[in-house]
């Protein structure tokens, strides 16, 4: 027991002097030289030519078109989330009719793609 308590005591003053912080080493104030930047005016432009993955892009618009055709609800968000944690019963009555108008749209939608000439 007598060992364990040495051994204990001189890794615990082991570690104090290795683990001694060390000064941070702050560089010489001074000015940096990016060298010659070129003086250029970029152009973007916010239409990117999809080229070759064209079609991801269409199926990517189409399953949303599918999921969320109808506008988001920003009023009705921002209402809930700047409420405490009360909300009135006809907030909660919203809500329902969206979801519940978002599931009508995508069955019909769904099932009339599947009657479609193309299934």
């Known amino acids: 027991m007598a060992v364990e308590l040495c051994l204990l005591l001189l ?12 000064p941070i080493y702050k560089p010489p104030p001074g ?11 970029y152009d973007t432009g916010a239409y990117h030519e999809p080229g070759p993955i064209g079609i991801l ?3 990517v618009h189409a ?7 109808n506008p988001f609800p920003q009023d009705l968000i921002r209402k809930v989330a700047q ?15 969206y979801l519940v108008s978002q599931y009508n749209t995508t069955k019909d ?3 009339s793609d ?4 193309y299934f």
């Open 11 to 22: 890794l615990l003053f082991c570690g104090s002097t290795v683990s001694e912080v060390q």
């Open 31 to 41: 000015t940096l030289d990016f060298g010659f930047v070129p003086a250029k005016t």
């Open 57 to 59: 892009f269409k199926i």
């Open 63 to 69: 399953f949303l078109y599918l999921v969320q055709p």
């Open 83 to 97: 409420q405490k944690f009360g909300n009135t019963q006809g907030d909660y009555q919203k809500q329902i009719d």
């Open 109 to 111: 939608k769904a099932l």
């Open 114 to 117: 599947l009657n479609s000439k």
